[in-house]
T-cell receptor, first 111, second 113 residues
Framework: QQQVKQSPQSLIVQKGGISIINCAYE??????FPWYQQFPGKGPALLIA?????SEKKEGRFTISFNKSAKQFSLHIMDSQPGDSATYFC??????????FGTGTRLKVLA | EAQVTQNPRYLITVTGKKLTVTCSQN?????MSWYRQDPGLGLRQIYY???????DKGDVPEGYKVSRKEKRNFPLILESPSPNQTSLYFC????????????FGPGTRLTVL
C-alpha cells in the first residue's frame, strides 16, 4: 500500500515530441505528489509538484495530470529537448515528512 | 549560496568497519532526511528529522543510525556496514511543512566489500 509504481522504466523520444511518464499509488492518505529530475552525477531536483485539489498543473513545458479516482498521476514534457535527457522520479507523501519515490524513468531525447 | 554538503563523496570500506557520512546545510532549515538510491529501486527514505533531537524512521532504517544534535548537521551512521548497504546516499533538506521542495545534496557513493 506504500508503493508508488512508475512506468516506463526507460523512454526514448524524438526532439520536439511529447514525453509521458506515469505513476500509480494505493495509499489514499498521500496528498502531495512531486516530480524530481536527476542528471548523472547530481542529486535530484524538484521539477514540479501537485496537491490533489487540482487535476492539472502546468509550468512551462512540464505538466502534471492528476486523476484522484484512479489514483494515478503523470508527467508530460511537451516539445522535449535533448537537455531534458535525465532520470525522472515521481514521489508521494502523506504530508508527514515521509516520502515514497517511484523507481525512476530514464528519458533520452534524440536530437 | 544555499548548500547541502555531504562528506565523503566516495568511500570504499570493508564489512563491519563503522563509518559516518556527514550532511551539513547552511539554509537553517528544520527538516533533513537521508535516502539511498539503488538501480531499479529508486530512492528510499532511511531516516528523517523534523528538527533538533527529533528523528523518525523512513522505509529502510535497518542497519543505520542518525542523530540531530545541531540544526545544520544530520550524520548517517553505519555501525557495522554490510555489502547490501553498498549504494548511493543522498541527504535532503527542506523547511516548514512537508509540502515544500526538498533540496538534495550531491550524493555519497559507498561501497562495502
Amino acid at each position: 500500500q506504500q508503493q508508488v509504481k512508475q512506468s516506463p522504466q526507460s523512454l526514448i523520444v524524438q526532439k520536439g515530441g511529447i514525453s509521458i511518464i506515469n505513476c500509480a499509488y494505493e495509499n489514499t492518505a498521500f496528498d502531495y505528489f512531486p516530480w524530481y529530475q536527476q542528471f548523472p552525477g547530481k542529486g535530484p531536483a524538484l521539477l514540479i509538484a501537485i496537491r490533489p485539489d487540482v487535476s492539472e498543473k502546468k509550468e512551462g513545458r512540464f505538466t502534471i495530470s492528476f486523476n484522484k479516482s484512479a489514483k494515478q498521476f503523470s508527467l508530460h514534457i511537451m516539445d522535449s529537448q535533448p537537455g531534458d535527457s535525465a532520470t525522472y522520479f515521481c514521489a508521494a507523501s502523506p504530508g508527514t515528512y515521509k516520502y515514497i519515490f517511484g523507481t525512476g524513468t530514464r528519458l533520452k531525447v534524440l536530437a | 549560496e544555499a548548500q547541502v554538503t555531504q562528506n565523503p563523496r566516495y568511500l570504499i570500506t570493508v564489512t563491519g568497519k563503522k563509518l559516518t557520512v556527514t550532511c551539513s546545510q547552511n539554509m537553517n532549515h528544520e527538516y533533513m532526511s537521508w535516502y539511498r538510491q539503488d538501480p531499479g529501486l529508486g530512492l528510499r527514505q532511511i531516516y528523517y528529522s523534523m528538527n533538533v533531537e527529533v528523528t523518525d524512521k523512513g522505509d529502510v532504517p535497518e542497519g543505520y543510525k542518525v542523530s540531530r544534535k545541531e540544526k545544520r548537521n544530520f550524520p548517517l551512521i553505519l555501525e557495522s556496514p554490510s555489502p547490501n548497504q553498498t549504494s548511493l546516499y543522498f541527504c535532503a533538506v527542506s523547511w516548514g511543512d512537508s509540502y515544500n521542495e526538498q533540496f538534495f545534496g550531491p550524493g555519497t557513493r559507498l561501497t562495502v566489500l
